[in-house]
């Protein structure tokens, strides 16, 4: 007897310009424009195996090896609606003998290989990985640029319209390297997708440093934060109308011409902008503490310096709606920050990542101990 099943892995992508507000919260539809770097495979990542079986009587999910409710109406069953939809039009209408597994329920199981309490966002590359796990079960993403494509193949922008509906940040992780998410304009959201600007070889010594500040589970969750930004936030509307448009053609020509101090300076302009808004929501919102305010001082010191020394910018932090930093910078400079950032912090025991230079490619810059 066939076993139809499936595993695919996503990784976390790091927002440079900030998804912050939805203008249809159904559908996930964004305020603005937004672009990340998505981590490399090998690092932080979700692994999801999706299994279909006639003999399953419900569709169970399981993350980190515990099981899970499944919303009624929820986003999980938005985004299976969806797949099923797709398989059912593109491959089970056309071809009568192939099996229905629309029809049948199936069983989830995700895993994150980062620490779940390291408090980082993990719906990104949790919702990602699912979308392509199942669209692989449903034998939909065997998309290839070339010509020899299978016509029922959902291309990654396809999919990202899915992994949307689980959640925005969701929708980058199906490309690697650096992705936008066109906030489009249309009502139904088809316009609302994720694009790949470059791969990630393009930028190879291009590096994110993650700084966990705190591992806490976040006071105020992204969803209900940005709601209650889009509602109250008279700042948020400059943001959208007349900051982010000018900023994503910016970073984008930048990220093509691998301008480190365009990059730099937009990303952690927009990060600090966004923590703005944060402040300006009614009532406000926190997410940086006294520790995320050090790491900015440090770093913006460390770019004062090295602007007069050299004429160029050594790092961009950026925060997203927590404590914890993410530190972009060039290889060169990794081993420089690494030594800056444990010298005025040094690590406590509970130190979920025990050794820092795994983050950078798994191997250690030159000349390191
Ligand atoms: C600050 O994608 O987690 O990380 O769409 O409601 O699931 P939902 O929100 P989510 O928000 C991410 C917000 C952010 C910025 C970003 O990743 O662009």
Redesign the pocket.
């Known amino acids: 007897m066939a076993i139809y099943q499936a595993t695919t892995s996503a990784p976390v992508n790091i927002?440079c310009i900030?998804?912050?507000g939805k203008r249809d919260t159904t559908l996930?539809l964004p305020t603005n424009s937004?672009l990340?770097v998505t981590l490399s495979q090998d690092h932080l990542r979700s692994t999801t195996t999706s299994q279909a079986d006639p003999s399953f009587k419900e569709t169970r999910l399981w993350l980190n090896g515990k099981e899970e409710d499944i919303k009624s109406g929820g986003r999980l069953e938005r985004c299976l609606k969806e797949l099923k939809k797709m398989r059912k039009e593109r491959i089970e209408d056309k071809d009568h003998n192939a099996p229905k597994l629309s029809e049948w329920n199936i069983h989830v199981a995700s895993y994150n290989n980062f620490p779940t309490a390291a408090g980082l966002?993990s719906?990104?590359s949790g919702f990602a990985a699912l979308t392509s796990s199942i669209a692989a079960l449903y034998d939909l993403n065997n998309f290839s640029p070339s010509s020899s494509a299978k016509p029922s193949a959902a291309s990654p922008s396809e999919l990202s319209l899915v992994a949307r509906l689980g959640?925005?940040?969701?929708c980058r992780s199906l490309f690697g390297g650096f992705v936008a998410w066109e906030a489009g304009s249309l009502p139904s959201g088809t316009d609302s997708l994720a694009v790949q600007v470059a791969p990630q070889e393009h930028w190879p010594t291009l590096h994110a440093l993650i700084c966990v500040v705190n591992d806490a589970k976040k006071g105020t969750s992204?969803?209900s934060g940005?709601q209650r930004t889009v509602e109250t936030s008279a700042l948020l509307q400059h943001r959208i109308k007349e900051v982010v448009p000018q900023r994503m053609d910016a970073i984008i020509k930048a990220i093509k011409e691998k301008d480190f101090d365009t990059f730099a300076k937009i990303t952690t302009a927009d990060s600090n902008q966004?923590h703005a808004v944060a402040l300006d929501t009614a009532p406000p919102i926190f997410y940086m503490n006294d520790v995320s305010r050090s790491i900015i001082s440090i770093i913006e010191e460390l770019n004062r310096v090295s602007l007069l020394n050299t004429g160029h910018l050594v790092a961009a932090y950026t925060f997203?709606?927590g404590p914890n930093a993410v530190i972009y910078t060039e290889e060169k400079n990794v081993k420089q920050i690494i030594e800056l950032v444990l010298r005025y912090f040094p690590q406590a025991e509970s130190n979920p990542f025990p050794d820092p230079f795994q983050l950078f490619g798994g191997k250690q810059p030159a000349g390191t101990t």
């Not at 959640?167 to 969701?170: C, D, K, N």
């Open positions: 927002a900030k998804y912050w996930i937004s990340s966002a719906s990104a959640s925005g940040s969701a992204s969803t940005m966004f997203d709606a």
